[in-house]
T-cell receptor, first 117, second 115 residues
C-alpha cells in the first residue's frame, strides 16, 4: 500500500448524514484519485485531481465532493445525495506530470469500507 | 465504446501448475496496459505494465504478461502458481487519446490456487 494512508478503515453512516473519507500520501505525487469498488463491477472513478486546487469529475461523481487544498491530501465527502453509498472506497496517487504525454502507475491506499445503517 | 473485459469471473488452478488470467480490450491503437492484484479488504497492488517495447513484460512475484496487438489482449501468466497467489486480479487500460489520464478497469478475476 506504499505511502498512501486512508482513514478510517471502517465507517458507518446513518441515512441523511455526510461523511468524509481521508486520503493522505507522502510520495510527492501530483495526481490523486478516488474510486468506488462494488462486487463484480471493478473500480469506478469518482473524482481525480492532477494538481493542487483543481479536480475533475469521474464517471460517478454524483453525490460526492472533494477538495485538493494540499498536494498530500485529497479528502472525499459522501453526501446525503448519494443514494447507495455502501461500498469499498479506494484512493490512489500517481506521479502525473501535467502537460506530459507520459503516464505512470497508480498506487493505491488500503481502502475504507463505508456502510450505511 | 472503449471497454476492458476479463472473460472469466473465476479461475481455479492447482499449486505448481501454470496460471493464466485473461484480459482483452476493445480499441485500436496503442493503449497502456496494467495488471493489479487485490487481497481481501486491501488496496490494489501494482504487478506490471506495458507501455511500449517488448511485448512480454515481467513484473512482481514472478508474474508476466504478453501484449498481443492483433488479438487486443494482455493476459497475465505465471509458470508455477502458489497458494498465496489466490486473490482478485484487475486489468486496467489507458486508451489512446487519454494518455496521462485515467484508467479503465476490468471487472476483476478471482484466482484460486488449490493446494
Amino acid at each position: 500500500d506504499g505511502g498512501i494512508t486512508q482513514s478510517p478503515k471502517y465507517l458507518f453512516r446513518k441515512e441523511g448524514q455526510n461523511v468524509t473519507l481521508s486520503c493522505e500520501q507522502n510520495l510527492n505525487h501530483d495526481a490523486m484519485y478516488w474510486y468506488r469498488q462494488d462486487p463484480g463491477q471493478g473500480l469506478r472513478l469518482i473524482y481525480y485531481s492532477q494538481i493542487v486546487n483543481d479536480f475533475q469529475k469521474g464517471d460517478i461523481a454524483e453525490g460526492y465532493s472533494v477538495s485538493r487544498e494540499k498536494k498530500e491530501s485529497f479528502p472525499l465527502t459522501v453526501t446525503s445525495a448519494q443514494k447507495n453509498p455502501t461500498a469499498f472506497y479506494l484512493c490512489a496517487s500517481s506521479p502525473f506530470s501535467p502537460g506530459s504525454s507520459s503516464t505512470d502507475t497508480q498506487y493505491f491506499g488500503p481502502g475504507t469500507r463505508l456502510t450505511v445503517l | 465504446a472503449q471497454s476492458v473485459a476479463q472473460p472469466e469471473d473465476q479461475v481455479n488452478v492447482a499449486e505448481g501448475n501454470p496460471l493464466t488470467v485473461k484480459c482483452t480490450y476493445s480499441v485500436s491503437g496503442n493503449p497502456y496496459l496494467f495488471w493489479y492484484v487485490q487481497y481481501p479488504n486491501r488496496g490494489l497492488q501494482f504487478l506490471l505494465k506495458y507501455i511500449t517495447g517488448d511485448n512480454l513484460v515481467k513484473g512482481s512475484y514472478g508474474f508476466e504478461a504478453e501484449f498481443n496487438k492483433s488479438q487486443t489482449s494482455f493476459h497475465l501468466k505465471k509458470p508455477s502458481a502458489l497458494v498465496s497467489d489466490s486473490a482478485l486480479y484487475f486489468c486496467a487500460v489507458i486508451f489512446p487519446g487519454n494518455y496521462g489520464q485515467n484508467f479503465v478497469f476490468g471487472p476483476g478475476t478471482r484466482l484460486s490456487v488449490l493446494p
